[in-house]
């Protein structure tokens, strides 16, 4: 990925399993209140919600982070 930012963290697994729990319920909610935006009607209802994290950056980038640290999680476990 050209011009990427890399950050790096160093959390407690407490701090880790928080913020894991905390941007899945706001991912969660986002995405449920803009499923039925006008820019998405037309989105089949199986891929609504990729299609919303898609079209903002900042979900994209929550997802991501998500993802890392799920990976960073199990590792732990």
């Not at 319920?25 to 009607?41: C, G, I, P, W």
């Not at 982070?65 to 960073?72: E, G, H, K, P, Y």
Request: glycine share 2%; net charge positive.
């Amino acid at each position: 990925m050209k011009n990427a930012i890399s950050i790096q963290m160093t959390l407690t697994p407490k701090q880790a399993e928080a913020l894991l729990v905390r941007l899945r319920e706001r991912l969660s909610r986002t995405v449920q209140e803009r499923m039925f935006d006008d820019e998405f009607r037309l989105v089949p209802k199986e891929s609504r919600g990729e299609a919303v994290v898609k079209a903002s950056p900042a979900l994209t980038a929550e997802n991501k982070t998500i993802v890392a640290l799920r990976v960073a999680v199990a590792k732990q476990a």
